[in-house]
């Protein structure tokens, strides 16, 4: 099974109108969550870090459920400039070894 | 300029050659990581060095060895490259007490 799993999609959304992935992890030990965000053929850059209170930057809003063990990031009002891959990571344990998602692939379509 | 930079951006390589990937950074972190990633799966960690004198190996360090020559360098070798080492590989650098880790362009690596 794997540690951190993620919906590959594509998610073909609409301009502008609201797009939610989730993703799951399976070490209920896990201390830390993050959302990056890869471009085609780029490098992943940090987009948000997920907190236990839940986080809001902008359109972008994403949350933890550690009862069920998976994050959430919710993208309203979405731009085209909003297609990428969101991956999803998990930090494990105090060593900072982070474990990747695979990644959802959002494509906003105009 | 970019703080991560790797070298080269793209090679093709032959199976048994020896190949290395360089990895510089201005950023003064003190941590650098190794990934390689493949089509439908997540970055997986190779190596990963908290300083200079530290090296600790990762998820999939088989076939690879690394060399951090000063805080700003973390080179990546391939002892005898074969087609299943064909992959996109990342660079990345990190701060002790942060957890954000910021990431190089990548090198695209096809091994024949």
């Known amino acids: 099974r794997k540690e951190v799993e993620q919906d590959p999609g594509p998610f073909n959304v609409p301009e502008g109108a609201t797009v939610a992935f989730n993703c799951t992890y399976s070490n209920s030990a896990s201390q830390s969550f993050f959302w990056y965000r890869q471009d085609c053929r780029k490098e992943p850059k940090l987009l948000m870090s997920v907190y236990s209170s839940g986080n809001e930057d902008g359109r972008f809003t994403a949350q933890l459920n550690r009862a069920s063990q998976y994050i959430s990031l919710l993208i309203r009002d979405s731009k085209l400039s909003d297609s990428a891959t969101y991956l999803c990571v998990v930090n494990e344990g105090s060593n900072y070894q982070l474990i990747w998602g695979a990644g959802t692939k959002l494509i906003i379509k105009p | 300029d970019a703080d991560v930079t790797q070298t080269p951006r793209n090679r093709i390589t032959k199976t048994g050659k020896r190949i290395m990937l360089e990895c510089s950074q201005t950023?003064?972190?003190?941590?650098m990581y190794w990934y390689r990633q493949d089509p439908g799966l997540g970055l997986r960690l190779i190596y990963y060095s908290f300083d200079v004198k530290d090296i600790n190996k990762g998820e999939i360090s088989d076939g690879y060895s690394v060399s951090r020559q000063a805080q700003a360098k973390f080179s990546l070798s391939l002892e005898s490259a074969i087609p299943n080492q064909t992959a996109l590989y990342f660079c990345?650098?990190?701060?002790?007490?942060?957890?954000?880790?910021?990431f190089g362009p990548g090198t695209r690596l096809l091994v024949l």
């Open positions: 950023k003064g972190h003190d941590r």
């Open positions: 990345a650098t990190g701060l002790t007490g942060g957890e954000t880790q910021y």
